[in-house]
């Protein structure tokens, strides 16, 4: 059964969706902050992992900042904050996707799946030639990405994400063909979903993020792979 580690300090709101998630068929554990959720990730190790950002100890973007660290599990931020500057913190502190209050479980399963899902994709994918752009390499027959000769620690979404820059390299890719097929939803998610991954790839595969020279903006429209 697949395991999920729900991180959030409201009682009824993390009753109220760990019920809708086990009707859904998910193992739910729960934690009412952040030190007992790292703790609980730490010893049991989940598929994913649902995160509140306003937590009463560590804040949740210190949470996810501590689990990237680590690990590439699917982060998904649950909140009541739609301030475009803590959706995008949260985002570039290492979470995939973000859902607000008040949360609809149907679409908050919908988005745990597609996250699974590419995870999935992630470990079964066929083994197509390797990619190299700069002195990035893609190797999708390991799952991995170089820089140089150095691994670079990449998520799986952010994985995905150069597997379809490098899949169309050249062409400008908007933000909602990146939405469709990197997260797997057509209207479920917006553009900062894609702006925060991009920025976070940036940081990770340019010499110089401020000024990319692989990954570019087609202003007003989204983004290419310079090939």
Avoid at 38 to 54: H, I, K, S, T
Wanted: charged share 30%.
């Amino acid at each position: 059964m697949t395991s999920l580690l729900f991180i959030e300090d409201d009682d009824s709101i993390r009753l109220a969706l760990t019920l809708a998630l086990e009707d859904e068929g998910y193992e739910v554990r729960e934690a009412a902050d952040g030190r007992t959720g790292l703790e609980m990730f730490a010893a049991q190790e989940p598929d994913l992992v649902l995160l509140d950002l306003r937590l009463p100890d560590l804040s949740g973007f210190e949470v996810a900042r501590q689990l990237r660290a680590s690990s590439i599990v699917p982060i998904i931020i649950v909140t009541a904050q739609t301030d475009t500057y803590d959706l995008v913190a949260g985002l570039e502190a290492g979470a995939d996707d973000y859902v607000t209050k008040p949360v609809v479980p149907k679409e908050l399963a919908a988005r745990i799946r597609a996250a699974l899902r590419r995870v999935q994709l992630h470990e079964t994918s066929a083994a197509p030639p390797r990619s190299k752009f700069g002195d990035v390499e893609l190797r999708r027959e390991q799952g991995i990405a170089l820089k140089g000769a150095v691994e670079l620690n990449l998520t799986k979404t952010e994985f995905r994400l150069l597997c379809e820059f490098a899949d169309h390299a050249g062409m400008v890719l908007s933000r909602d063909q990146l939405l469709e097929r990197v997260w797997g939803y057509e209207y479920l998610g917006d553009s900062r979903l894609v702006d925060a991954h991009v920025r976070r790839l940036r940081v990770k595969i340019e010499d110089h993020p401020d000024d990319p020279r692989l990954i570019v903006t087609a202003r007003g429209i989204g983004y290419r792979l310079l090939a």
